[in-house]
C-alpha cells in the first residue's frame, strides 16, 4: 500500500514539473510576440491560449508520465526489485527534467557541473 502512494506521488511529482516546463516554454514562445499586440489584446489572447492548452496538455503528460513510469517500474522490478526499480525511476525521469529546466533557465548542460560535484563528494567520502 505504502508504495502504490509512493508511486502516485513520483507520478505527480512527475507530471507537475513536466508541465510547468512546457508551459514556460509556451510562456516564452508568447512573449515573443508581445510588442505585436497591446497589452489588453496580448494578455486576453495569452490567458485564453494557457486556458485552452493547459488542461489537455495536463491530461495528456499525465497519462503519459503515468505510462512511461509503469515500464520503468515494469523494467526495474524485473532487473533490480520493484523497491530500488521505483526510487530508480523516479530518480532518472527527474534527473532528466532538471537536465531541460537548466537548459531552460540558464541554457546549459548542467551534466557536467552535476557529475563534477558527485566525483568530488565521492572523493571526500573515501577520504
Known amino acids: 500500500m505504502f508504495f502504490r ?6 507520478v505527480l511529482i512527475l507530471t507537475i514539473l513536466s508541465v510547468n516546463l512546457l508551459t514556460a516554454h509556451l510562456d516564452n514562445y508568447l512573449s515573443d510576440y508581445r ?5 489588453l489584446t496580448f494578455t486576453l489572447l495569452g490567458m ?5 492548452l493547459f488542461y489537455p496538455l495536463f491530461a495528456w503528460m499525465d497519462q503519459g508520465v503515468d505510462r512511461i ?7 526495474g522490478k524485473r532487473l ?5 526499480g521505483m526510487i530508480l525511476a523516479f530518480l532518472a525521469g527527474f534527473y532528466g527534467l532538471f537536465y531541460l ?4 533557465w540558464f541554457q546549459t548542460n548542467l551534466h557536467p557541473q552535476v557529475m ?3 566525483e568530488n563528494l565521492w572523493t571526500r ?3
Open 116 to 118: 563534477d560535484r558527485l
Open 5 to 10: 502512494h509512493l508511486f502516485k506521488a513520483f
Open 35 to 39: 510588442g505585436q499586440f497591446d497589452a
Open 80 to 84: 533490480i526489485g520493484r523497491k530500488l
Open 125 to 127: 567520502l573515501r577520504t
Open 48 to 52: 485564453g491560449v494557457v486556458v485552452l
Open 69 to 75: 513510469a509503469r515500464e520503468f517500474l515494469t523494467l
Open 101 to 104: 529546466y537548466g537548459d531552460l
